[in-house]
């Protein structure tokens, strides 16, 4: 930007947790600030009261509209449109996309004009978490920047700073390594009930429990949440299942190493890979007008009845 060389559309991806779209937004606050300071925007000059007040005529922020499942071809052409007029301010015009791989095919196509013949003073923010989900079309048309996941103690020593506590490790594991994200589940009252929730898996497929009363009572709980815990417990399953049933530095759910034994017998790895392979895709929905409730129906059921139903990889069926 200070040389003059500044691209005109960035792909900002990372994993959860990291801050891509804190950077983005603040990169989008240097970009229109007309006093910069230090390479972060001044917070005091009009277009930094404008941006404060989401009513900065050149900063165009587009994302899932709240009854839909992804961004919309019909946001991109209004957003190509608007990025095709001379800024107001007569300075960039400014758009971020987040989540991006959550445009569908018409939209990303409609946005690739754009970014082929871009009006002078254009910048366009792409933010994803899964980049390799955009066209290569879209990836080959911006420069990529990747936000990287710090190391364990130096965002266990940052999540210390703001609230100390003994399980922040544990909890930045669960995480991904996301410390942004680490916060958000140090306030989930399914954290401080993760063994319990874990308890009820076992109970699920000992046939204790009823698949649909537990989607219903984890439906009232933060959606991705509840499928990383259960993607981070089927990681595990296998990790074990692969090497001897031991603890393992790749084990996440260390505390629940007795859980996990239990949860190992008549187990079948293929099945706990297919198994993974749903919460995966699970997860790519979670962000969302998801029904939560319905989605958590499917994977309880197909645990508790040993995941016969997932081709030809099953779990070894209750009893056997």
């Known amino acids: ?67 839909k499942t992804g961004i919309l071809v019909d946001q991109i052409r209004e957003l190509t449109q608007t990025l095709a007029l001379t800024s107001q301010h007569s300075g960039r015009k400014i758009a971020l996309l987040t989540p991006a791989d959550a445009m569908n095919t018409n939209a990303a196509n409609s946005l690739l004009k754009t970014l ?85 898996l076992i109970e699920l497929r000992a046939g204790l429990r009823n698949p649909l009363s537990c989607a219903a009572e984890a439906s009232r709980e933060n959606l991705p949440l509840v499928l990383r815990l259960l993607q981070i417990w089927i990681t595990d399953l296998i990790i074990l ?21 239990n949860a190992l017998m008549r187990i079948n790895l293929r099945g706990l890979h297919a198994f993974l392979s749903r919460l995966n895709e699970a997860l790519a929905l979670a962000g969302t007008p998801v029904n939560g409730q319905l989605l958590l129906e499917g994977l309880f059921m197909d645990w508790s009845e040993g995941l016969q139903t997932l081709g030809a990889a099953p779990l070894a069926a209750r009893g056997e």
Not at 242 to 249: A, C, K, S, V
């Open 241 to 261: 299942t692969t090497t001897g049933n031991t603890i393992e530095p790749g084990i996440i759910n260390v505390d629940a190493f007795a859980l996990l034994q």
């Open 1 to 67: 930007m200070e040389n003059g060389t500044l691209p005109h559309a960035l792909l900002i991806s990372g994993a959860a947790g990291t801050g891509k779209t804190h950077f983005a937004q603040a990169f989008a606050a240097l970009a229109l600030c007309r006093h910069p300071e230090n390479g972060r925007a001044c917070s005091q000059c009009g277009s930094c009261h404008q941006l404060t007040a989401a009513a900065h005529p050149d900063y165009h922020p587009v994302t899932i509209p709240e009854d």
């Open 116 to 200: 082929e013949e871009p009006s002078a003073g254009t910048l366009l923010l792409l933010v994803t978490a899964r980049p390799a989900r955009l066209p290569a079309t879209i990836r080959s048309r911006c420069q990529a920047v990747r936000i990287i996941t710090p190391a364990a103690d130096t965002a266990v020593q940052w999540l210390n700073d703001r609230e100390p506590r003994p399980d922040w490790l544990a909890l930045l594991r669960i995480a991904g390594g996301g410390p942004l994200l680490a916060l958000e589940l140090a306030k989930s009252a399914l954290m401080q009930e993760r063994l319990r929730f874990y308890q009820m």
